[in-house]
């Protein structure tokens, strides 16, 4: 299996941590507004109709999730302290990290895209809710919180066949999309 496609699948099985600690940071009242709405709008991406990778696309469905995923911590981090436990900024760092790989498989230019399109991410409306409603709304944080834990739940094990294939795949959607 290719490099970048072996650490993408690895990440979808680190999804339920990853989402904690987003959510975490959603909580957290020391954070600053841009962050908050970042993991907000990172959620969100989760519950997305209409995402840079259509959810049934075999064995590579999931893994636009997760790179956004990386990617909004990655810009949450740039904003300043997290103000999050100890296990939630310590995944949080990680995944910030783990955005330079897709930096390195995407180039610069389209991963500049996808930065772009994830900053957007934190004004986007899903389902009718803004990621300053899920900040400022708590029934609306817990509508959120279930709709992706729902969306988890019926997440499953990515099977990747042809490495190489899924990683022309990959790529071909996410450079179209993100023009």
Known sequence: MTKHIENFKSWSESIVADVAALKALLESEKA????????AGALSYLVMRLDLVPDHEAGIGALDDVMVLRVCAQLAAGHGDLGVNDDAEITLSRMANEADQIADFLGKGPYDNLRKYCTKLAETVVRGRVPSLVLADEEARVALYREVDDEIKKTVPVIIKDAADAELRLKSYLTHKLK
């Open 32 to 39: 600053g507004t841009e962050s908050r709405r970042l993991a």
